[in-house]
């Protein structure tokens, strides 16, 4: 196994939760299986960021993507790893 080259870390505080982070991280993990990145990314969770009103939020190697949408999540995922 390689070391992890990405990673991804979905807010999981109230907030982002409830406004669609609860379904984002298996949308995350099919995603990887798909395209074979699943060892070349580090997916956690962490609590609240401080940006709720924005949410959900989500950071793709340190860059906050924020109000993720279920439907736009794929095509961010696909610009920032590639």
């Known amino acids: 196994m390689t ?3 990405h990673e991804i870390v979905v807010c999981m ?3 982002c939760f409830s406004r ?3 379904g984002t991280v298996p949308i995350i993990q099919e995603f ?3 395209k074979g990145l699943e ?6 969770g962490t609590l609240c960021q401080n940006q ?4 959900p939020n ?3 190697d340190g860059e906050c993507l924020c109000g ?7 095509d961010r995922l696909e610009e920032h790893l590639k």
Not at 39 to 44: E, I, Q, R, Y
């Open 13 to 15: 505080g109230s907030a």
């Open 52 to 55: 709720c009103r924005q949410g």
């Open 68 to 74: 993720v949408e279920p439907a736009t999540l794929v």
């Open 39 to 44: 060892h070349a990314v580090k997916v956690t």
């Open 3 to 5: 070391a992890s080259t």
């Open 58 to 60: 989500l950071c793709v």
């Open 20 to 22: 669609g982070n609860a």
């Open 32 to 34: 990887l299986r798909d």
